[in-house]
């Protein structure tokens, strides 16, 4: 199984909402990433869990709070976005985030804040 | 800052034609390098990749690139291509001074007529 799956798959929320998007992977890695896409762009890693211990923050905003609660599992926290946050978020992972690694990407939620 | 330069935004090719990609970074050290597929509406997946050794690599679907260390490039190949390949194409580095964060190029979308 090779697979990195995301829900929601789509997400419409408001300015005030709360919401939380949800990774999982059963490929036994212990590196997880979350990266942000605009259209046409290419993805920005955002954050890196290393062995469930963030080790990577893209000074991203506070408004986006990531949580690893077991080594298959990667939340993304949404609180309070801005319109600009729109965009295909998008979850990988990998064995354990060493450079000599292919990173597995999921399917991505696709995000739109009205 | 460390970059990836992808120069072609859009290359738009008829069957059976064959393909180059460029792909320049700028890190004067150790790098591992990638290339990276998303074909329309699926994730991202991994076409090819270079750590060391051989520098000409060969991945999946007759893809092909050769590292050259002098000139900073991993350039994408393919002899011939067929519509199926119509995708976004990612260059990408991983800088091994810091292992688990990738440097994706711009992308370069290419359209394939039949």
């Known amino acids: 199984d090779t697979e990195v799956t995301q829900t929601p798959k789509h997400l419409v929320m408001g300015m005030t909402n709360k919401k939380s998007l949800k990774c999982e992977q059963h490929?036994?890695?212990?590196?997880m990433y979350w990266y942000k896409q605009k259209a046409k762009k290419p993805p920005e890693l955002m954050f890196v869990?290393?062995?469930?211990?963030?080790?990577i923050n893209e000074s991203v905003p506070s408004r986006f709070s990531p949580e690893c609660p077991n080594s298959s599992l990667l939340n993304l926290h949404l609180h309070a976005l801005q319109p600009e946050d729109s965009a295909l978020y998008l979850c990988?992972?990998?064995?354990?985030?060493?450079?000599?690694?292919?990173?597995?990407f999921g399917p991505g939620t696709r995000l739109t804040v009205t | 800052a460390q970059s990836v330069s992808q120069h072609n935004h859009h290359v738009i090719l008829s069957e059976a034609a064959s393909l180059e990609l460029g792909c320049n970074y700028s890190?004067?050290?150790?790098?591992?390098l990638f290339w990276y597929v998303q074909y329309p509406g699926q994730h991202l997946q991994l076409l090819l990749k270079?750590?060391?050794?051989?520098?000409l690599v060969k991945g999946i679907k007759g893809f092909e690139a050769e590292f050259i260390k002098s000139k900073f490039s991993f350039n994408l190949r393919k002899p011939s291509v067929q519509w199926s390949d119509t995708a976004e194409y990612f260059c990408?580095?991983?800088?091994?001074?810091?292992?688990?964060?990738?440097?994706f190029g711009s992308g370069t979308r290419l359209s394939i007529r039949p």
């Open positions: 990988a992972s990998s064995q354990t985030g060493t450079g000599e690694e292919e990173q597995y």
């Open positions: 490929m036994g890695h212990r590196a």
């Open positions: 869990y290393s062995y469930e211990k963030l080790s």
């Open positions: 890190y004067g050290g150790t790098v591992n």
């Open positions: 270079y750590f060391s050794g051989d520098p």
């Open positions: 990408a580095v991983i800088l091994y001074s810091s292992a688990s964060k990738i440097i």
